[in-house]
């Protein structure tokens, strides 16, 4: 008998896994996958370290800083700064037709663009990030009221709007069109004021420190041990049985399966399932290795969010995928102490995942390599041109996510309505992860940590 | 367990907490909510320490007695002193 099992093991269920294990709970994490990670993973390919997932991490605040979400989650996990060797970001952009906004981990920074580029804006901007900086993102009154609506109580230039909204969206909105106030002043004070960074190693560094920690702990950890069904008896789970049949008891389960996905597990065959509409947004990206440093390309930035007209279209694609904007990660462009080595250019785009998904074999593999093209010289339009210093390539399109995450749709970031008390229709089945609210590597792991806390170590 | 072993245990805790701390700094009749930026969730992790370590309960309306290294001492000498 278990006193918690989890299942998946990314970052929110091995989050939750150590924080379980350390105060000495019997914990199992089950992962259907046969490696860790989840949305955020890392893999070998011909010769080459990859990561998924992870352009950045946010959130990110110097060493001994003590407020913001990373210094409370290595709290937490009872982790050093130094335990993730995480260097900042050199500096990042946002491109649309004419105009461009400059950010790095000063905040100042932006508040200085914000006047060069819309200088009559400026007051306004000053107020909004004043009122995002009183947010309290510990209670759970959550804002959910259109951040578009309140944002324009503070900016008239809708260019502006859309430049500030196009990061935030791309790295953290579940929601078409709009935000949540909530999620957007969440969003903008991990990006904005608090900053990107990386560890030299990317995310497996994040990955084997997490899991390393759980073992160390006595916390048990079955890959290729995808759950078929959580069987329940009057009003509670009682256990899982693994697809290889194998049956497991448990006190009480914390699933980071995403909230649908959870649902249709419980084998009470209630109708909860049917009453939530899964996220729909999904991504292609494409990796490049290149022969040099983009640097010698005259290209030193760590982050480039474009748009090619004044409006940004956060919408799932009728299209393939869509071109008009993207997100262009070069990891080789962080304050490291060291140089990465190899060159690496990543785009990431909005793409559509019934199309993905309705592809047979052959034709995935030829569509992959047409659209990697289209892909690249869109993104080119905004930073210079290295397809001809490309050396290998690499890409993954909404079928790998599902594959690796088994969210519905390959949704990144899954469902847009969130279950922020991670409660459900059984008093011991709780969720945790991208469903239950917060969104990215700091906020997932945020997330396993606070359901864990609120609902596995209170009796 | 004497005032000093007490407090020296919650030291230990809080440098667990927080290892980044530099904790000889650490004024004790001063919040540790002041002092270390710690929130709720800390607090909670203070609480869990002392039932992992020691077998302590405290019920949730005392938490307020945490606030600084003195009252915590304070309110804890008479539950730790036959330990």
Redesign the interface.
Known sequence: MYDTLIIGAGMSALAAGIRLAHYGQKVCLLEKHWTIGGLNSFYRLRGRDYDVGLHALTNITPKGAKKGPLARLLRQLRFSWDDFAISPQIGSQVVFPERRLSFDNNPELLVAEVAREFPAQVDGFRKLVASIVDYDDLTDEHQQISARAHVATFLTEPLLVEMLFCPLMFYGSAREHDMDWGQFCIMFRSIFMEGLGRPHAGVRLILKNLVKRFRSLGGELKLRAGVSRIKVENGRAIGVVLEDGTELEARRILSSAGWCETMRLCDDGQPAAASRAPGRLSFCETVSTLDVDPKQLDYDRTITFFNDSPEFHWTAPTVPCDLRSGVICSPNNFAYDEALGEGVMRITVLANHDYWRGLDEQQYELEKLRWYDRIIDSAVRFVPDYRGRVIETDMFTPTTIVRFTGHDNGAVYGAPTKQLDGRTHLENLFICGTDQGFVGIIGAITSGISMANMHCLRE | MTTTDIRTEILDILS??????DLTKLNDEENFRAQ??L????F??IV?ELR?RHRVQIPEDDYVHLASMNSTVKYLEPLMKDM
Not at chain 2, 16 to 21: C, G, K, R, S
Not at chain 2, 39 to 42: C, G, L
Request: no cysteine; proline share 6%; net charge negative.
């Open positions: 667990d907490i927080a290892p980044d701390e270390m930026e929130d709720s969730m800390d909670l992790d869990m992992k």
